[in-house]
């Protein structure tokens, strides 16, 4: 007896588009996504490639009219839902290239619902590359399974992220100089949240106060050796999945 091939086929690869995915959907592919899926993953007609567009879940599409350098996808059934996204969002100083290219490539694995880039003063990148970040969240979620990916937020200054903080909204700031335990400080609040991390060189006295004035800002510590600023992003992450998020 033939074993029967698993549905969706493992080693089908996965492509983020944009077109938006539906039953009898046909979406083209060409530029990298098809060098990728016909020179590197060897596609071949009926093979089965997994989309998603961010909003429809994701997608078994058979591929047909290969050529060189494009060809056609076809969704033929639904293969996983949209995904609820916890919300949570991650607000962190820009730092250098491959640290923050890091902090979007995890943030968009464990889970984060926005990433919004924070200017402050004692940051050495004062610029970011929307365009390579979005391009990392993409990677990311493709590798990972997500079918929807992280909002990248264009980056505001601190003060007036302070200034148009939402109600009902939590901003547990990662106090390199103490703050309340993280168990705690996520017991006592439940629901939506952020996580605001400094960059290298941390905030300055002066943005430390603010920060600490604003009414819905909770200082937390991440314990008592100083992290760098992407591994502070990454583990306060995982901890809030961990104790409010959908790790549970
Ligand atoms: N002020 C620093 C290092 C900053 S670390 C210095 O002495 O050079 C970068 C950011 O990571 C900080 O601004 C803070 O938000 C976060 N961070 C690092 N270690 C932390 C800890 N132990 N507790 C809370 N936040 C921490």
Request: one cysteine or more; proline letters at 8%.
């Amino acid at each position: 007896m033939t074993a029967t091939p698993a549905w969706p086929p493992q080693s089908a690869p996965r492509l983020h588009v944009e077109t938006q995915l539906g039953e009898g959907v046909v979406v083209s592919i060409d530029g990298n996504p098809a060098h990728y899926l016909i020179a590197v993953m060897r596609v071949k007609p009926d093979d089965i490639v997994l989309l998603f567009d961010g909003r429809s879940g994701e997608w078994a599409a058979r591929a047909r009219d290969i050529r060189k350098r494009d060809l056609v996808l076809e969704c033929v059934e639904q293969t996983k839902p949209p995904e609820t996204v916890p919300d949570f969002w991650l607000c962190c100083a820009p730092i250098k290239k491959g640290r923050i290219d890091l902090i979007a490539e995890k943030a968009c694995e464990l889970g984060v619902a926005k990433l919004q880039p924070v200017l402050t003063r004692r940051a050495v990148v004062d610029k970011l590359n929307l365009d390579r970040l979005h391009a990392h969240l993409v990677e990311a979620a493709e590798q990972c399974g997500r079918t929807a990916l992280p909002e990248l937020a264009a980056m505001v200054k601190l003060d007036a992220l302070l200034r148009d903080w939402p109600q009902g909204r939590p901003l547990f700031f990662a106090d390199e100089t103490g703050g309340a335990p993280l168990t705690e400080a996520f017991a006592n609040h439940p629901g939506p949240a952020a996580f605001l991390i400094g960059p290298e060189g941390g905030f300055d006295p002066a943005e430390r106060a603010a920060i600490r004035a604003h009414p819905q800002a909770l200082p937390v510590s991440l314990g008592s050796r100083i992290l760098r600023a992407e591994t502070a992003a990454i583990a306060a992450t995982a901890a809030w999945m961990t104790i409010n998020g959908d790790w549970k």
